[in-house]
């Protein structure tokens, strides 16, 4: 009988996307958990039986070649399909007992999950999230390239690879140094916020986007010369004085106890809100799962939040 023609690995195909996301063999092989030449030696394994070179190397870093650019995004969807094979096997089997992959943007992260995690952990004992931080646009790239299973980020998401469940609004406050003109006032009217200078954070950031809209509308100017690597940076920046900022709901309630160095307020008839909502890849095979945590989360944070964030209520 004629030998059956090889097809290339799951494990190949694996290095071969880690390689080209790294642009470095030895990046790769660290994230990978396995030795640079055993990595080698599985890529070399793969051109062979494809026939074709995948990578070339220079001093800039490992390059891909004009046949390995070809051939990348179907190796990232090969992985994505087996990623999600494996994960309905997983879900067939265990239920909630697989570790699931969850992105948060490091503006709402830290202020919401404490709240969460215990809660659903409470419900689920054999439930685990890998809880990572990164930017939205970072976050809804991982979902779709599977290095995340579930992300909460800000909405809108109009993605038709994506599905979303809205979760809750936040507000924004308006938040100055104690001795500001606006400093005592519980509500300030928009008007009051002409020709201020707002700081907010560095640009790769969502809410710096989210602030600069929120100051052309109301007539105010974004301070970019001085810009927050963090919330925490952004406040401590209003309480020296260089200029006054919006700061998110959670924030304030996590953070900010006893904040004599500045003073918190809410803008009169035009409260400034933002919407976070649960998103997972519309075609994975635990999606109802997603939509049971989403209700879970609603709940949670309805009971221990309720007076910071308004839920929205069966996700509308």
Not at 216 to 222: I, P
Not at 250 to 258: D, G, Q
């Amino acid at each position: 009988m004629p030998a059956q023609p090889q097809t290339p690995t799951f494990r190949q195909i694996e290095y071969f996307v880690t390689i080209a996301s790294r642009s470095s063999y030895r990046r790769a092989a660290e994230e990978l958990g396995v030795s640079q030449p055993a990595l080698t030696t599985q890529i070399r394994s793969l051109e062979t039986l494809l026939g074709l070179p995948l990578f070339e190397r220079s001093r800039s870093g490992t390059l891909l070649t004009p046949e390995g650019r070809e051939l990348l995004e179907q190796a990232r969807q090969l992985l994505l399909v087996m990623r999600e094979f494996r994960e309905n096997a997983d879900t067939i089997a265990q239920g909630l007992q697989t570790t699931y992959k969850l992105g948060v943007p490091p503006t709402l992260g830290p202020y919401l999950l404490p709240h969460v995690l215990p809660a659903l952990h409470a419900r689920h004992h054999r439930l685990k999230l890998y809880v990572r931080e990164g930017p939205p646009r970072q976050l809804l790239r991982g979902l779709s390239e599977g290095s995340y299973d579930i992300a909460i980020v800000p909405l809108p998401v109009d993605r038709d690879d994506l599905s979303v469940e809205p979760l809750f609004t936040e507000p924004l406050k308006f938040v100055v140094p104690a001795d500001h003109r606006l400093a005592g006032k519980a509500t300030v009217s928009p008007t009051q916020l002409r020709g201020e200078k707002v700081l907010t954070l560095e640009g790769q950031h969502h809410f710096h986007h989210q602030v600069q809209e929120i100051c052309q509308s109301l007539g105010a100017n974004v301070q970019r010369d001085y810009e927050g690597t963090s919330l925490d940076t952004l406040r401590q920046m209003v309480v020296m004085g260089l200029g006054v900022a919006f700061l998110p709901g959670l924030y304030v309630h996590s953070e900010m106890h006893n904040p004599e160095a500045l003073h918190v307020s809410e803008l009169k008839a035009k409260p400034i809100r933002r919407q976070h909502g649960l998103v997972w890849r519309a075609s994975t095979p635990s999606r109802r799962l997603y939509r049971e945590l989403a209700v879970q989360i609603r709940e949670i944070v309805g009971d221990r939040l309720g007076e910071v964030v308004k839920v929205i209520e069966d996700g509308n």
